[in-house]
């Protein structure tokens, strides 16, 4: 199968902190993973794309600085959210792909800044 | 990418057969078509993914015409559980890295 793994499921957070969220692809090796992010009532926004070894991809209007991605093994993501503040606050999905199995996606992390 | 577009949404009573229509006019001649589900607070699930005709799992078909511009979603006897929203997607074969992009999806409400 292509399992990827998004830990923590739910994070809350104080104003001024930074949040790590973890995706891992189990039972593959992904070279590239993405990341999105999901209001309330809204579709999956793609925030950018994690490329293994080399710089993060961001989509336009995404703040790099503010959402850094790292993806330092060919089975691990990460997305540190840094100064989190109250808008941040947001549901966030990586996923990543596997020849013939498509894209899988995380279960998502719900992050809540207070 | 190419631009897909879906009804907003959509009701249903358990047990009948729910057929969710995506328009996809500057599809390209590698691009797939791919139907995830989403529930509350999950990731997108894999429905099915198709290129032309007719594409059949245990949970869907799939209903692609002769020139691609649209497609079918069809879920045969809903119930409660399927009661969630419904993306269409359209990209390369899904064997590559290409990133994906999603429209507003289809919230799909079923009841008794």
């Known amino acids: 199968g292509a399992v990827v793994s998004q830990h923590p499921s739910r994070v809350i957070c104080k104003s001024g902190t930074s949040v790590k969220i973890e995706c891992r692809s189990l039972d593959f090796q992904a070279t590239t993973m993405f990341w999105y992010r999901q209001f309330p009532k809204q579709s999956l926004m793609l925030m950018a794309t994690?490329?293994?070894?080399?710089?993060?991809?961001?989509e336009q209007g995404v703040e790099k600085d503010k959402f850094l991605i790292n993806h330092a093994s060919l089975t691990l993501s990460t997305l540190t959210v840094t100064s989190a503040h109250p808008e941040d606050s947001s549901f966030y999905i990586c996923?990543?792909?596997?020849?013939?199995?498509?894209?899988?996606f995380g279960s998502g992390t719900r992050l809540t800044v207070v | 990418l190419a631009k897909t577009t879906q009804p907003i949404s959509m009701d249903s009573y358990e047990g009948q057969e729910v057929n969710i229509t995506c328009s996809h006019n500057?599809?390209?001649?590698?691009?797939?078509i791919t139907w995830y589900q989403q529930f509350p607070s999950q990731g997108p699930r894999f429905i099915i993914q198709g290129y032309k005709t007719k594409v059949t799992n245990e949970v869907a078909s799939l209903f692609i015409p002769a020139d691609r511009k649209s497609s079918t979603l069809s879920l045969p006897r809903v119930s409660l559980s399927d009661t969630a929203v419904y993306y269409c997607l359209v990209g390369v074969n899904t064997g590559t890295a290409s990133k994906l992009t999603f429209g507003t999806g289809t919230r799909l409400q079923v009841t008794l």
């Open positions: 994690s490329n293994e070894g080399s710089k993060a991809t961001y």
């Open positions: 500057n599809i390209a001649t590698n691009d797939y």
């Open positions: 996923s990543a792909s596997r020849t013939y199995y498509g894209y899988t």
